[in-house]
């Protein structure tokens, strides 16, 4: 384990703080989600060589929704390292180990700020993708674990319990013009992208396999849809 006794000390506290805000959210976005991103995290930057900072990538991920902007007011998500520095400053003077100063705690509050799949999206289409962004390691396995979980069976499940929280329908005839917006139109729109937009080798070796998981469920919907009795 790469851990020490004061990184030890300094992950137990940030998975309080995650535990804490998660408890606000609905099962898509629970402290489950974010374990399973952090063990996710973990494997694929011990799968990559050289490693990357894995103290860097556990927190990251740890902490990566905890200002989620479907959950938290745009004011609150507007700057991470403003929001972490407390934590950071009082995780330096209980167990010395000084993320600020060594720079560590800005660049855990950059992934946090950069991982999610509409601030690329907006980065990208606005030419303000930098190289920090395209080479950035740390960034790219939490990146990858977050939206290997957005695909496959727990992403089938995660879409369909945060549709229910936000009272969106599952699945809508596409002849009925009332509503445009569905748990499966999201499949489509971003779910099935995701796949061509991972970074990591052991990502994207990952992601071959979910992504098959949710054609098949797209196309058991279909068929269960126009059964002919």
């Not at 938290?72 to 010395?96: C, I, N, R």
């Not at 601030?119 to 303000?128: D, H």
């Not at 962004?133 to 727990?154: K, S």
Request: proline share 4%; net charge negative; with cysteine.
């Amino acid at each position: 384990m790469y851990r020490t006794a004061q990184e030890s000390a300094i992950i137990l506290e940030a998975e309080q703080v995650m535990k804490e805000a998660m408890a606000k959210y609905d099962p898509s976005h629970d402290a489950f989600h974010v374990q399973r991103v952090r063990k996710t995290a973990l494997a694929l930057a011990n799968a990559i060589s050289p490693k990357p900072d894995l103290l860097v990538v556990e927190l990251a991920a740890l902490l990566h929704d905890v200002l989620d902007k479907k959950y938290v007011s745009a004011e609150q998500a507007a700057d991470p390292y403003g929001f972490f520095l407390p934590f950071f400053t009082s995780m330096a003077e209980k167990h010395g180990l000084d993320l600020v100063q060594d720079g560590r705690a800005r660049q855990i509050a950059q992934v946090v700020d950069n991982v999610s799949w509409t601030t690329e999206s907006k980065l990208r289409k606005n030419n303000l993708w930098s190289e920090w962004h395209e080479n950035c390691v740390e960034l790219h396995c939490v990146q990858d674990a977050d939206r290997l979980d957005a695909i496959g069976a727990f992403g089938i499940m995660r879409c369909a319990a945060y549709s229910a929280a936000v009272n969106r329908p599952l699945h809508i005839p596409s002849d009925d013009p009332r509503v445009t917006e569905s748990a499966i139109q999201h499949f489509h729109d971003k779910l099935v992208l995701i796949r061509d937009r991972l970074k990591t080798a052991p990502g994207k070796v990952l992601g071959e396999k979910r992504h098959g998981v949710l054609l098949a469920f797209i196309a058991s919907i279909e068929e269960e849809y126009d059964v002919v009795v």
